[in-house]
Nanobody
Framework: VQLQASGGGLVQSGDFLRLSCAAT????????LGWFRQAPGKERVFVGS????????IVPDTVKGRFTITKDTAKNLVHLEMNNLAPEDTAVYYC?????????????????WGQGTQLTVSS
């Protein structure tokens, strides 16, 4: 599985933005896709995931209500939709895939990572 995130850029506080993750290669063992972000000088943190073969999504409380994860399995795309962006959302955003033995989404192990896309939110 190869992953390519796109859609980042420079936006203003309060804006909406949608990031996309294109998955290519063999996806028959993929059971979840996730989004993570890493701000300068900070650790990478989880911002959401979605079952690849089901409809379940998980979004942490830190971004719940503003971030939504959707997918288009016909096009092998996963999107991260972000509302009301704030400067603290500035980070490099990564998508990742969980493959192999299927686990509950809350315990998915993400073992394949794509290159990130930079999002900068100005105040």
């Amino acid at each position: 599985v190869q992953l390519q995130a796109s859609g980042g850029g420079l936006v203003q506080s309060g804006d909406f933005l949608r990031l996309s993750c294109a998955a290519t290669g063999r996806l028959d063992r993929t059971y979840a896709l996730g989004w993570f972000r890493q701000a300068p000088g900070k650790e990478r943190v989880f911002v959401g995931s979605i079952s690849w073969r089901g409809e379940m999504t998980i979004v942490p409380d830190t971004v719940k209500g503003r971030f939504t994860i959707t997918k288009d399995t016909a096009k092998n795309l996963v999107h991260l939709e972000m509302n009301n962006l704030a400067p603290e959302d500035t980070a490099v955003y990564y998508c990742a895939a969980a493959n192999g033995v299927r686990k509950p989404l809350s315990r998915a192990v993400f073992d394949t990572w794509g290159q990130g896309t930079q999002l900068t939110v100005s105040s």
